[in-house]
Structure formats: C-alpha cells, structure tokens
C-alpha cells in the first residue's frame, strides 16, 4: 500500500492550489472532471467557447464500451482564455452534474 500513498502524495503536491506555475502542464489546457457520462465534446465545447478560442475538446471514452469516463480536456489558444474559464466554470452545473475544473497535469506514463 505504501505506492498509494506515494502516488497520493504526489498528486497532491502538484494540485494546482498546492504549487505554483512549474507544477502545471500547461497553462492553456484544463482538466474537467465530474461530468456528466452523456457529455460529449460538442456539449464540452459549447460550454467552454464564451471564454476563448479553443484548440482542442476532448472527453475520455473507455476503449471497449466507448462510453465516457466522465472526464475531458479542454485547451484554449491563449493563457488567460484558460484562466478565465478555470475561475469561472470550476463547480457549475454542466449536464445536471457540478463540473471540476483544474490546470491539467502532465503525464509521467504508468498508472
């Protein structure tokens, strides 16, 4: 159990809240969290697009069912398009369900 803990501890030195600038992947892609499993990118989109130009929408599906896994990306062309949308999306209501907005983390490979 002692790796748990460790990817645990981890995780909650790089949270956004707990770090500064070098602990984020980037500064212009989020990560949504809590979403509702009928969310699709369209729905993801529209719902970031006041904010900013958007690059890229993703929602993470399971590879066999393809259903969503409840959670997506979004990333935006400019910083503060970013910002903007993280202050003001984190915890509202997206498809019945309060979304989780945060910075996305870089992935290190592995679990």
Same mark, same amino acid.
């Not at 984020?24 to 500064?27: H, L, M, N, Q």
């Not at 069912?65 to 969503?68: E, Q, W, Y």
């Given at each position: 159990m002692q790796g748990l803990g460790a $990817?645990?501890? $981890? !995780? /909650? $030195?790089? /949270?956004p809240l707990a770090g500064g600038i070098l602990s !984020?992947? =980037?500064?212009t892609?989020?990560?949504v969290g809590g979403l509702s499993?009928?969310?699709n990118e369209p729905v993801l989109k529209d719902a970031f697009r006041q904010f900013g130009d958007i690059i890229e929408v993703k929602v993470i599906c399971d590879h066999v /069912?393809? %259903?969503?896994k409840g959670y997506g990306f979004v990333q935006f062309e400019s910083e503060a398009a970013a910002s903007?949308?993280?202050?003001?999306?984190?915890? %509202? =209501?997206?498809d019945g369900r309060d979304i $989780?907005?945060?910075?996305a983390q870089k992935r290190n490979g592995g679990l």
């Open positions: $990817r645990f501890a $981890r !995780r /909650s $030195r790089a /949270s !984020r992947g =980037s500064c892609k989020l990560f499993y009928d969310t /069912s393809g %259903k969503s903007t949308a993280l202050n003001e999306m984190d915890g %509202k =209501s997206l $989780r907005v945060h910075y």
